[in-house]
């Protein structure tokens, strides 16, 4: 069993954690390799949905998004009902027409920002990408190319603020570092004993890596 699919087999494990789902959060650094990871788990879970925080920030709210996923998405999904949220188009500068997500049994949200305060208490479990900020941000950039440099210029600035007023890191379940072939998971600096813990001491092993 890969590493991924032992993480899918504790995530379906844990009790849901917004009406029927079990929310789970990818958060990390802008170019830390947060959507692949969140795509690659999906996968392992059957295909679940993934909600890219991208669809809600905008340019001119890059994290004040915090409303309209409240509104949108965990309100409809807490009480078991397809959420409807309209994703922001960055190029035309305006948001598209409503995109519905259902009441998967796992959801992910994957983005910077996924695990901020007030996101936690609906969160079944946080994940953390490893990688810290300069080398996170020179990745975003070689990916992104030189036309979006002002762009990433002013995000680095927005994105340590906001992790400065609000990290996500100390909550984490499970930190995931990338390898030359899949991840490597640690448990997070809140993770606790117990049936519910995506990390077990088993997955932490090299025999399991």
Same mark, same amino acid.
């Not at 998405?73 to 190029?91: F, K, M």
């Not at 996500?168 to 390898?179: G, I, M, N, Q, Y």
């Not at 606790?192 to 995506?198: K, Y």
């Given at each position: 069993?890969? *590493?991924?699919?032992?993480?899918? @087999?504790?995530?379906?494990?844990l009790p849901p954690s917004c009406g029927p789902v079990r929310l789970?959060?990818? !958060?990390?650094? $802008?170019?830390?390799?947060?959507?692949?990871? $969140?795509?690659?788990?999906?996968?392992?879970?059957?295909?679940?949905?993934?909600?890219?925080?991208? *669809?809600?920030?905008?340019?001119?709210?890059?994290?004040? &998004? @915090?409303?309209?996923?409240l509104a949108e998405v965990i309100g409809p999904l807490s009480r078991?009902?397809?959420?409807?949220?309209?994703?922001?188009?960055?190029?035309?500068?305006?948001?598209?027409?409503?995109?519905?997500? $259902?009441?998967?049994?796992?959801?992910?949200?994957?983005?910077?920002? #996924?695990?901020?305060?007030?996101?936690?208490?609906?969160?079944?479990?946080?994940?953390?990408?490893?990688?810290?900020?300069?080398?996170? &941000?020179?990745?975003?950039?070689?990916?992104?190319?030189?036309?979006?440099?002002?762009? &990433?210029?002013?995000?680095?600035? #927005?994105?340590?603020?906001?992790?400065?007023? !609000?990290?996500?890191?100390?909550?984490? *379940? $499970?930190?995931?570092?990338?390898?030359?072939?899949?991840?490597? &998971?640690?448990?997070?600096?809140?993770?606790? #004993?117990?049936?519910?813990?995506?990390?077990?001491?088993? !997955?932490?092993?090299?025999? #399991?890596?």
């Amino acid at each position: 069993m890969s *590493d991924l699919d032992r993480v899918a @087999t504790a995530l379906r494990r844990l009790p849901p954690s917004c009406g029927p789902v079990r929310l789970v959060a990818v !958060d990390g650094h $802008a170019g830390s390799g947060k959507s692949t990871l $969140a795509a690659r788990l999906a996968a392992a879970l059957g295909g679940v949905p993934v909600l890219h925080l991208d *669809d809600l920030a905008t340019h001119e709210e890059l994290f004040e &998004w @915090t409303g309209r996923m409240l509104a949108e998405v965990i309100g409809p999904l807490s009480r078991g009902e397809t959420a409807l949220y309209h994703p922001y188009d960055w190029n035309l500068r305006a948001f598209g027409a409503a995109r519905p997500l $259902a009441p998967a049994p796992v959801l992910i949200v994957e983005g910077v920002g #996924a695990g901020r305060r007030e996101l936690r208490p609906f969160l079944a479990g946080l994940l953390w990408m490893e990688r810290g900020p300069e080398d996170s &941000w020179l990745r975003g950039r070689r990916r992104d190319g030189p036309e979006q440099a002002a762009f &990433w210029d002013g995000w680095t600035v #927005a994105e340590t603020r906001h992790f400065s007023a !609000d990290p996500s890191r100390p909550f984490a *379940d $499970a930190l995931v570092r990338e390898r030359g072939e899949g991840y490597e &998971w640690l448990p997070g600096p809140s993770a606790t #004993a117990g049936p519910n813990q995506i990390i077990t001491q088993r !997955d932490d092993s090299p025999a #399991a890596n």
